[in-house]
């Protein structure tokens, strides 16, 4: 398998981390039946394939993320018309209790993320690969921390048994909205401007977004803001109120307001974490 690869091993040689970075494979790309020692999460970054299982198959596409215990026997075709991109996590096997909340389709797990849930998946690669490369003390349990938290994240954004009550309507509605808010966040201040946009209640939005979701739609809408802000405050030239009225917040008091309540201290000290100005990065180490 060609790939970009970081591991770092400890105790015992079969429990280690791993995150590959796969090319972008074209069409008709074949893998052919393989298992591993370790579990895997892999999330579709680009086109889509059909994951083979035996007499099992699974059509994935983008955004689709998939579990696979150890051990299980698995392959991949590639689909027209772009082929697929893979990024990979390999880790130690999971206690039972998680094992039993991710294998939703047995013998694996199958989620449908959003845009939102695809820059996370990244973002805990990322700082995997940072974690794996670095081999500072304590990297074994920073790696567990570090898939818990994205198992966690998947878990709690799968849709749940109550998409039941929705008609294929209403999810296609829903789904409408979120790819509404994903693209157009920072020019809304209020889930109002989305209820009048598709035409329907304000109470109807939210009866049916927290039902498909699990959050309401401001909370999201926040949650989307939040996310976009982090990296335009890494921009020095921009000031706190300049990325407060670029995300469509009221105010730059809103902004910090929602931002702390989010990620627990305000814009400004958030940057002075994050951003290295030019003296500081002339200074000795």
């Known amino acids: 398998m060609s790939a970009i690869q970081f591991q770092t091993s400890y105790f015992n040689h079969k429990n280690y981390y791993t995150v590959i970075l796969e090319p972008a494979y074209p069409p008709g790309w074949q893998m052919p039946l393989h298992r591993h020692l370790q579990c895997e999460l ?116 799968t849709p749940s048994s109550s998409h039941k009550n929705l008609s294929p309507q209403q999810k296609n509605l829903i789904k409408e909205i979120l790819s509404f808010l994903q693209s157009q966040s920072h020019n809304l201040n209020h889930v109002k401007e989305v209820s009048k946009k598709f035409g329907i209640s304000p109470q109807y939005l939210r009866k049916l977004f927290k039902i498909y979701t699990g959050v309401n739609p401001k909370h999201y809408l926040n949650t989307l803001k939040i996310q976009r802000s982090k990296c335009l405050l890494l921009h020095p030239e921009l000031s706190i109120t300049d990325v407060a009225m670029e995300l469509g917040f009221g105010s730059s008091q809103q902004f910090a307001k929602i931002f702390r309540k989010n990620i627990g201290i305000c814009p400004s000290a958030w940057r002075k974490i994050n951003l290295l100005d030019a003296d500081h990065e002339r200074q000795p180490g």
């Open 42 to 157: 892999a999330l579709i970054k680009s086109g889509c394939c059909t994951l083979h299982l035996g007499k099992q198959e699974h059509r994935l596409q983008v955004g689709n993320v998939f579990f696979i215990p150890s051990g299980i026997a698995h392959g991949f075709l590639s689909q027209k018309p772009a082929g697929v991109e893979f990024v990979v996590l390999q880790f130690p096997n999971f206690d039972g209790d998680f094992l039993r909340h991710l294998v939703n389709a047995p013998p694996i797990g199958i989620f449908q993320t959003t845009d939102l849930g695809i820059s996370v998946f990244l973002e805990h690669c990322y700082k995997l690969q940072k974690e794996l490369a670095s081999n500072l003390p304590f990297s074994e349990t920073q790696c567990r921390i570090l898939v818990e938290g994205l198992t966690i994240f998947l878990l709690r954004n």
